[in-house]
């Protein structure tokens, strides 16, 4: 039996006095004397002041902040495990931001920094946009004409006429920005960006830099970039041929343009097409001075517009300017995202912070004793966030910086595609996020701080532990919460509107969050009916709910984002299969011509049919034709052809009548608001000059349907695929010419017998015979020609047939494939994946925490010969609570938030005119199967990284 404590004094548990100690007789110090100010952390009394002229309170808070950074850091020395592991889930964080954040800051690039990066070691760059003259803002970005409307340049513009503008000593070089640079690559034709500048002049050699070789000065020489070149499989020294093989050319060298990493070719002005059409270009000059205001107006007032690295002077602002603000849509989700990601961060680092204080009991309690308040307990608790955030935010910017800098040039060839400007760091930026990551230290540790300062002294003095009481107010709280969020959630889908969803999301995942505790003694209730190892698995849950809460919370929230996000983009998959409408039938291909002036008539029939056949074994080609204007005369001259509907089968509700509820559910009542065509996905033809011949290939009619609609073609009628259209068996069709200009375009209406093509696909056609053609004053112009397929040929076949047609015509192919394929299943693995990722590190986390929390317990087992394989037993089954219990929780959480965000979405549709399809309920099941193996996983490693040995800690004599 111990000893009783001294009459003097207090004493520790061990029988150490805790008394003041007297000072040695030849000290100066005064003796101690009793003070309910003495221990409070070397504070001041209230009413005090301090050297530097404090007040007593505020010197009192500082003092005590001061010691409780002190004990933090002390801690965080002596808990290295507990330390690294806080430092890395906040710096992981850290370090991606601070990565993004500078990377950012140096990609995007300040006005000079972009005109130099296009415009090399030019003074100005003039584009010649406008035949009258105009006004220019400072940057020349936007312009406009100074008086009347402003009438475009389309005329090439020569170096003679613009150096004529410019003063003496000028010089210019014209640079066309984007070219098609077409080749032939093996037995496929792949269009590269071209851009066609002189190199050999000083002013547009500065916009490039030479990798190898040299630069290009004949018609027949490119340079390349090092990603063209691999594309096309060529050296310094090889060749390329055109793909309509009229050409070939040298690759001289490799270039790189800070503004165009990706696959782009030089070449000179020389070698560029000559087909009369005028490309995107502008000149660079270096000018003999300074840019000044009269030369910007002389320029301007010729149509020219002038841009600089600098404002240029003279510049106007254009009317009704507006400042431009940050989206204000754009800020809240950003805002909500992070709060997301701070919470899950939140949760994460909370067990570690709960098992720490829980470890520290004893000193807490000592510090009560020594007459700390609940206020000193707290600081101290929150004092270990202050630090552990602090420090996990200054080594995740130093990495994140370090990676930045590091990491630039690989970043800017794979993900930007173009250079960035300075190397900066974006102070803002970086001062925010260690902030944030600050705060989600001390929020971390907020929940252990409250628990440490409402801890009973006596059983922390003694080493007892204690369960929580349990506070029905949390449970309260978080079903509050949870209905809140759903409703929030429901609404904002309704309305759509995304930060609403949202916020509606954050605060059901917060109202779960505080129902978990409550949950967790729930299930702990059912440990009685289970094996030793679950059973105390189970216990430990529930005595230590400051931990598991958090760590079954942080799962939680994973799998639920996950899933929810996972059923919206499988649903939304779903939809867009549903929507989809081809054109034509899937498998046939239409061959369109792609030839420069696109008329005049199409080679002969058997030479197209015998190059198609070669490669797609079928002889069913047949030519393709579309009505067009008669004498043109305008090249902005067009004309339209379509079918009149009869105004008593029209809708009578037009967009703007329908913005109220009465005209809506009139309109949904309404049969003449529900076409019987669909809206086309891909490319169709709307208008068609045929007959008959080619009608069935593109139609997907049956046969005898088709031969009914080829008769009245050939009597000189139209074919029409719905039904409203017909009146009595004839069709009214309006055609629109426009004669370019501002005059209103002509409109003229012809009646002609009709047929109704039933049983094709449901798209809105019109099909002429020449003769309807020539009635309604429409010429047929041919466009190309469709082949019926007996199976989807693949994308080479295509490509061959593109190139054995080209000597005869340059053609395009279109084809039907059949529904789009989700392009998701990436995102939904990749959701998956990172869910699991947190779900196992959740786990492991929880685990370790626990087991060196319950090294009693573990040598309590091994004195009362407990097998060694329990040890591995019961770390498994403390990770299926974690990753079981978070999982199930999350995967129920995420169906409930999709099903709450699709059947509100739903509703506005169903009360929606025009009607919208709606979403269906798809699970994705793959991303479920991936979240219900990897509790299993989490589980499996758990027993596998735990060792069997039970050692007794201490015995008991």
């Not at 059912?526 to 698995?537: C, K, Q, T």
């Amino acid at each position: 039996m111990s000893a009783p404590p001294p009459p003097d004094g207090p004493s520790h548990a061990d029988g150490r006095s805790t008394r003041p100690r007297p000072a040695p007789p030849d000290s100066t110090a005064r003796p101690a004397r009793p003070d309910r100010w003495a221990g409070n952390g070397g504070a001041a009394r209230p009413d005090a002041v301090d050297r530097a002229g404090l007040p007593g309170r505020l010197a009192g808070t500082v003092g005590s902040w001061r010691a409780a950074l002190r004990i933090a850091r002390r801690e965080a020395r002596r808990a290295r495990g507990r330390t690294a592991l806080v430092l890395t889930m906040i710096a992981l964080p850290v370090l991606v931001l601070s990565f993004v954040a500078v990377t950012y800051d140096m990609a995007d690039l300040t006005r000079e920094e972009r005109f130099v990066q296009r415009a090399g070691a030019a003074d100005v760059e003039l584009s010649w946009v406008a035949e009258n003259p105009i006004h220019q803002d400072s940057w020349g970005d936007t312009n406009w004409a100074r008086t009347g409307e402003q009438v475009t340049r389309d005329r090439p513009v020569g170096q003679a006429e613009i150096e004529a503008l410019l003063p003496a000593g000028s010089s210019a070089s014209r640079v066309s920005w984007w070219v098609p640079f077409e080749v032939r690559i093996g037995d496929r034709t792949r269009i590269l960006d071209g851009r066609a500048l002189d190199l050999t002049d000083a002013v547009a050699r500065s916009t490039v830099r030479l990798r190898s070789g040299r630069v290009p000065t004949a018609p027949d020489e490119v340079a390349v970039s090092a990603q063209a070149a691999a594309r096309m499989g060529v050296r310094v020294g090889g060749s390329v041929d055109a793909a309509d093989g009229t050409r070939r050319w040298r690759v001289v060298g490799v270039v790189e343009f800070p503004d165009q990493l990706g696959e782009i070719v030089a070449l000179t002005p020389a070698g560029l097409p000559r087909d009369g059409r005028s490309y995107d270009e502008s000149w660079l000059v270096d000018l003999p001075g300074p840019v000044d205001a009269a030369l910007v107006d002389r320029l301007n007032a010729h149509g020219v517009l002038v841009s600089a690295r600098n404002p240029v002077p003279g510049a106007r602002s254009p009317d009704g300017s507006t400042l431009y603000l940050p989206d204000p849509v754009l800020a809240s989700n950003t805002v909500l995202v992070g709060g997301l990601g701070l919470l899950e961060v939140v949760l994460l680092v909370g067990p570690a912070f709960a098992v720490g204080v829980r470890r520290r009991r004893r000193d807490l309690a000592l510090v009560a004793v020594a007459g700390g308040d609940p206020v000193h307990l707290r600081r101290i608790v929150l004092a270990d966030g202050v630090v552990l955030g602090g420090l996990g935010a200054a080594c995740g910017l130093l990495l994140g910086v370090t990676a930045a800098l590091v990491g630039r040039s690989l970043v800017e060839e794979h993900v930007l595609g173009a250079r960035s400007g300075g190397y900066r760091v974006f102070p803002a930026a970086l001062a925010a996020i260690a902030a944030v990551a600050v705060l989600a230290g001390v929020l971390a540790a907020l929940a252990p701080a409250l628990a440490a300062a409402r801890q009973d002294v006596v059983a922390g003095l003694a080493g007892r532990r204690t369960a929580p009481p349990h506070r029905r107010r949390w449970l309260l709280l978080g079903v509050a919460l949870t209905v809140l969020g759903s409703g929030a959630a429901a609404l904002g889908a309704a309305r759509g509107d995304t930060p609403l969803i949202l916020a509606g999301l954050v605060l059901g995942e917060l109202g779960l969050v505080f129902c978990t505790p409550t949950l967790i003694g729930l299930l702990a209730r059912f440990g009685p009916l289970l094996p030793p190892a679950p059973r105390i698995a189970l216990r430990d849950a529930s005595r230590n709910r400051s931990s598991a809460a958090p760590a079954i919370s942080a799962v939680m929230a994973a799998v639920a984002g996950s899933v929810a996000l996972g059923v919206y983009v499988a649903s939304n998959d779903a939809r867009e299969r549903a929507d989809w409408q081809p054109g034509m039938p899937p498998g046939r291909v239409l061959l369109l011509r792609a030839d420069r002036d696109g008329t005049g008539p199409l080679p002969p029939l058997p030479l197209i049919t015998e190059r198609v056949r070669a490669e797609l074994g079928t002889d069913a080609v047949l030519p393709v034709a579309t009505p067009g204007c008669t004498e043109v005369r305008d090249p902005g001259a067009y004309c339209t052809v379509a079918p009149v509907l009869p105004a008593g089968r029209a809708c009578p509700y037009d967009p703007e009548s329908y913005q109220t509820a009465e005209a809506r559910r009139a309109a949904l009542d309404d049969p003449r608001c529900v076409p019987p065509v669909r809206i086309v996905s891909g490319f169709y033809l709307p208008a068609m000059v045929d007959d008959g011949t080619a009608l069935g290939v593109l139609s997907g009619a049956p046969a005898a349907e088709v031969a009914a609609a080829a008769a009245v073609l050939r009597a000189g009628g139209v074919v029409v695929s719905d039904p409203r259209y017909v009146v009595d068996g004839r069709v009214t069709v309006r055609v629109d010419r426009s004669t370019g200009g501002s005059r209103p375009p002509v409109v003229n209406t012809v009646t002609l017998p009709g047929h109704l093509l039933r049983d094709g696909l449901p798209v809105d056609r019109l099909v002429l015979s020449p003769a309807a053609a020539a009635r309604a004053g429409l010429r047929t112009e041919p466009v190309g020609f469709a082949v019926d397929t007996r199976s989807a040929p693949t994308a080479a076949q295509l490509d061959r047939v593109v190139t054995a047609l080209r000597p005869l015509l340059p053609v395009s192919a279109q084809i039907e494939r059949g529904p789009p394929r989700s392009e998701q299943r990436p995102l939904l693995l990749l959701l998956a994946a990172g869910a699991g990722v947190i779900t196992l590190g959740a786990a492991g986390v929880a685990t370790g925490l626990a087991a060196a929390e319950g090294r009693r317990d573990l040598s309590t087992l091994a004195a009362v010969g407990a097998s060694p394989r329990v040890r591995r037993v019961l770390s498994l089954c403390q990770a299926g609570v974690i990753a079981v219990v978070g999982s199930a929780l999350g995967i129920a959480a995420g169906l409930g938030s999709a099903l709450i965000i699709l059947t509100s979405t739903n509703r506005q549709y169903a009360q929606s005119w025009p009607t919208q399809t709606p979403y269906p309920m798809v699970v994705p099941w793959q991303t479920l199967g991936v979240l219900v193996v990897v509790p299993l996983v989490a589980m499996l490693g758990a027993g596998l990284f735990t060792r069997s040995r039970l050692t007794v800690e201490r015995r008991l004599d």
